[in-house]
């Protein structure tokens, strides 16, 4: 009975952190390929990787304010192993552009990763969190262009590649 009841509690406790992740973030009809492949957007999926390294029980992807880059470089204190990575920032930019299709103010790679100690190139650093995919298209080499490119992501979209439940990249149908 007693193993039944741990089963079971950690069942609820495991839904209720899977639920904790959510965003006010609404990406554009236009933007409907940059879901994952469970339909999740860019910014429900950023919630559920920074989830998985920064431990708070709830993690809110704001909505972006067009007015000023809301996702802004990582600070000190948020130099985490989730958030120091070309996987998280792709997803990160994506989300931005998903909510207001404008491209002048995606941040560079290296101004965003500017305060981290250890980046990830290529790659996340975790196991894929339960409850979320990271899109094929968030694999993209950031490093050689310095920027999140959309029409790159969209490219690989279209080109049916699937990813990741994993740390690596995305693979063909």
């Given at each position: 009975?007693?193993?039944?009841?741990?089963?079971?509690?950690?069942?609820?406790?495991?839904?209720?952190?899977?639920?904790?992740?959510?965003?006010?973030?609404k990406c554009q009809e236009a933007f409907t390929w940059m879901t994952n492949t469970i339909g999740q957007d860019a910014c429900l999926v950023a919630a559920y990787l920074f989830y998985?390294?920064?431990g708070i029980s709830e993690e809110t992807?704001?909505?972006?304010d067009t007015t000023f880059?809301?996702?802004?470089?990582?600070?000190?204190?948020?130099?985490?192993?989730?958030?120091?990575?070309?996987?998280?920032?792709?997803?990160?930019?994506?989300?931005?552009l998903c909510q207001a299709n404008i491209t002048y103010n995606v941040l560079a790679w290296t101004e965003y990763a500017q305060n981290c100690v250890?980046?990830?190139?290529?790659?996340?650093?975790r196991p894929v969190p339960s409850g979320t995919a990271i899109p094929a298209w968030a694999y993209q080499n950031v490093t050689k262009s310095n920027r999140f490119n959309g029409s790159e992501a969209l490219d690989v979209s279209q080109q049916g590649k699937v990813c990741c439940s994993a740390r690596r990249g995305p693979t063909d149908i």
């Open positions: 009975m007693s193993l039944l009841l741990a089963v079971l509690w950690n069942g609820v406790v495991r839904f209720s952190i899977a639920m904790a992740q959510s965003t006010d973030a998985a390294c920064n992807i704001p909505a972006f880059n809301m996702y802004d470089p990582l600070t000190q204190q948020e130099d985490l192993e989730c958030g120091c990575n070309t996987v998280v920032y792709s997803i990160l930019m994506a989300c931005q250890n980046k990830t190139i290529l790659s996340y650093p």
